[in-house]
């Protein structure tokens, strides 16, 4: 991870890998969906993380989905590749364990 903020590259992806892993529901609905997706996500694939976490954050279809910190989900600034080393390499490594 790059030193941009808190260790990720931007405040928007830490606020993503923040709301994933901080908060149980969203710890929660994450896990049921790298669970549901495993085979997808074990190659390594973003599209199917970003859609994943868009649709945990999708709380009002009025509106893009986004984090209660209100950074949008869609932002080009997400660096989807350390939200995947942070939030599901360990669910994955959790689910076999367990």
Not at 44 to 71: A, H, K, M
């Amino acid at each position: 991870m790059s030193d941009g903020y808190n260790g990720y590259a931007n405040y928007e992806t830490w606020n993503v890998v923040l709301w994933l892993s901080n908060d149980e529901d969203n710890y929660m609905r994450l896990r049921r969906q790298v669970w549901k997706h495993y085979d997808e996500l074990i190659e390594g694939d973003l599209q199917t993380l970003y859609e994943i976490v868009y649709g945990i954050f999708n709380v009002d279809p009025t509106i893009q989905s986004r984090t209660p910190d209100r950074v949008f989900i869609s932002c080009d600034e997400i660096d989807w590749t350390e939200v995947y080393e942070a939030c599901v390499v360990p669910t994955m490594e959790d689910i076999n364990c367990g």
